[in-house]
């Protein structure tokens, strides 16, 4: 218990902040959403159960699968993904059957703009497909004429494109309905990577605008947690020409058609034991809840971009200005000129008491920050604060008062360790270090008491491509 304690009191979680992480929806559940799967009801049931023993989570999966189709406007869904990931490759399996159905076993070209998630590239790999990538233009939207030039070079083969909307730069283009015409035009299949769905509950449908199949992320749009990895839910939904080929299971014939390709993962219905999360969000909000949900995380990513934009240029807007569930900060000027990075304004944020936003995804040296409908004013006010009096910092380092290597950034993050020993060797005070100035203590870091990131900074990268060996002496292990 202790040991668990410890953990929880070094994390800089979502019950203590928000975690304004671009893309990636972490939203602040409610107790009441997540009780549920502590029950054994759930939590213990086998996935093999037999039907008549596993009634009511059949139910609760049904009823969830309803609601996913109304809300997308598909026509069938399978909850069997236990990732986004997986169900990307699902929904490209199932553009890879029907092909194959109406023996055009040729097409395999799968396109895929460059500001796509990574795992999209991956999945049609995995998917047997070969990728051609699409160039953005500069306003960060899939370019049309090198779409159309795609199509026309592989039209006898092109299989799908890959799109996500609104896009990985947080953008709705305009030009999505189009777009997916000309892949229709060309015999290929539409894939609408549905993370960012978010921004579209009860104000758009994947499947009535265009799109053939996508998958969602309960991770994300519905709440199941995801800091820190899984589980996750990846439900893979089309529309009906699809259906037949969404995956199945060889254990339980109720898991799927018959003509799927087999499973994709172990069990039937997946990582059924934290449906009921997404389950009780729907449920407990409503449709018209959802629908306000969507605007007001819409409307939240819009105030900070606005609020921010004179300090951090916003990368990436549609025609009217706005921006869609995210925004992209663009921080490389910033970065040519004073020599302070993206790893030192996300490191910094944490003597703030923040979690960082995305970094460098999907630009390199832009931070994105996605703030979901969780996030009342006050945070959002006390986020907005924090990065503006980064930004004063920032400037201190540009006018010369630090350098850019010996700055509360580049130090950042600072520990109680740090802040309490005897040496001190900075140009700026322990007070600044820990207590910034130019934020009101007392509203902004007073109100919930101050966080002590527990480790100083690491060199993410070298460890990420270095394989290093703790190498314990045998003895140890006596
Ligand atoms: C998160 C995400 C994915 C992948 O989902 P996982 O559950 O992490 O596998 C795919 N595309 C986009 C745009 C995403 O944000």
């Not at 997986?86 to 500001?115: K, M, T, W």
């Not at 590239?121 to 995995?126: G, I, K, N, T, Y």
């Not at 490191?347 to 009342?376: C, I, N, Q, W």
């Not at 207590?435 to 527990?454: D, S, V």
């Amino acid at each position: 218990m202790r040991y668990l304690r410890m953990l929880a009191d070094r994390d800089l979680a979502l019950d203590r902040t928000m975690i304004p992480l671009g893309s990636c929806t972490m939203k602040l559940n409610a107790v009441t959403e997540m009780e549920s799967i502590t029950w054994p009801e759930f939590s213990s049931l086998h996935p093999f159960a037999p039907v008549d023993q596993s009634l009511g989570s059949r139910k609760l999966i049904d009823q969830l699968s309803q609601w996913l189709i109304s809300i997308t406007g598909y026509d069938a869904v399978s909850l069997q993904p236990n990732a986004g990931s997986q169900g990307e490759f699902s929904g490209l399996l199932a553009i890879r059957s029907y092909h194959d159905s109406r023996n055009d076993s040729h097409r395999r070209v799968c396109l895929i703009p460059s500001s796509a998630h990574g795992t999209n590239a991956a999945s049609a790999v995995m998917a047997g497909m070969r990728v051609v990538v699409v160039a953005t233009d500069d306003r960060g939207n899939v370019s049309l004429d090198d779409l159309r030039a795609k199509i026309a070079e592989h039209s006898s083969e092109l299989a799908a494109l890959m799109i996500t909307y609104p896009s990985t730069h947080g953008v709705f283009e305009t030009a999505i309905g189009d777009i997916c015409a000309a892949v229709h035009d060309a015999g290929g299949q539409v894939y609408v990577d549905g993370a960012n769905l978010n921004a579209l509950v009860g104000l758009a449908q994947p499947g009535k605008f265009g799109a053939d199949v996508s998958h969602l992320n309960l991770h994300k749009t519905f709440c199941i947690p995801h800091g820190g990895g899984g589980p996750g839910v990846g439900p893979v939904i089309c529309r009906s020409h699809l259906a037949p080929f969404l995956p199945n299971h060889p254990m339980d014939p109720t898991a799927g058609p018959v003509t799927g390709p087999g499973p994709v993962s172990a069990a039937p219905f997946g990582s059924a034991s934290i449906l009921p999360i997404s389950w009780a969000y729907i449920r407990l909000m409503g449709g018209s809840g959802l629908t306000h949900a969507t605007q007001v995380a819409i409307l939240s990513a819009n105030y900070i971009a606005r609020k921010l934009g004179e300090y951090y240029p916003v990368l990436y807007s549609g025609a009217t200005g706005l921006v869609a569930h995210e925004c992209i900060l663009d921080l490389r000027e910033i970065t040519r000129e004073t020599g302070v990075t993206v790893d030192d304004v996300a490191k910094r944020l944490m003597d703030y008491g923040f979690h960082a936003p995305t970094m460098s995804f999907p630009v390199a040296g832009t931070l994105m920050v996605e703030p979901t409908e969780s996030e009342d004013i006050v945070e959002l006010d006390r986020f907005i604060a924090a990065m503006i009096a980064i930004y004063r910092e920032i400037q201190a380092v540009g006018d010369g008062t630090y350098t850019s290597e010996n700055s509360p950034l580049r130090n950042a993050p600072h520990t109680s360790e740090k802040m309490t020993s005897m040496a001190w060797e900075h140009p700026y005070t322990r007070e600044v270090a820990a207590f910034p100035q130019g934020l009101a203590l007392g509203e902004i870091i007073g109100r919930r008491g101050k966080y002590w990131p527990t480790v100083g900074r690491i060199d993410g990268a070298y460890g990420d491509r270095h394989l290093i060996c703790a190498c314990p002496p045998l003895e140890e292990y006596l």
